[in-house]
């Protein structure tokens, strides 16, 4: 009887440091629900460029699990390894048809490194046409 007391003041106590420091979280960056349309935060959906609290001052907001990056680029979270608007650095788009494989745009329709789809790396002597490794 000694021990669930035990185990139930432990776990009470657990549940009053989750709540507390859920509701700083919540104060700090407010709700983290996802804006439909872009798949980002409401936090990072709310400021503009020009705010001085996004993660241009909060970098750390990039990390949280909801963030659809770790790398902050015009007060937004991206990914730098594979958002082909900010492939690599920020602000550099990757051109029709290419896509972001590792911070790098490549055409995966030929490129025998990333043959239809990032690392699919085509056989030796094998070249990659629209998107297959020997092809033809």
């Not at 139930?8 to 919540?26: E, H, N, R």
């Not at 241009?56 to 958002?83: I, K, Q």
Request: glycine share 10%; proline share 3%; aromatic share 6%.
């Amino acid at each position: 009887m000694r021990s669930s007391a035990f185990t139930m003041s432990c776990l009470l106590i657990c549940l009053i440091g989750l709540s507390t420091t859920f509701s700083l979280v919540q104060a700090n960056y407010g709700s983290m629900s996802t804006d439909q349309h872009h798949g980002r935060s409401r936090l990072l959906s709310e400021y503009s460029v020009d705010s001085k609290t996004g993660c241009t001052a909060n970098p750390a907001a990039c990390r949280l699990g909801s963030s659809p990056g770790p790398d902050c680029c015009g007060n937004t979270c991206v990914n730098l390894l594979s958002d082909a608007e900010n492939c690599g650095r920020c602000r550099h788009r990757c051109r029709y048809p290419q896509s972001c494989c590792g911070g790098d745009c490549v055409d995966l329709s030929r490129n025998w490194k990333h043959c239809g789809r990032c690392y699919n790396k085509c056989n030796k002597g094998d070249s990659c046409s629209y998107g297959m490794c020997n092809y033809a």
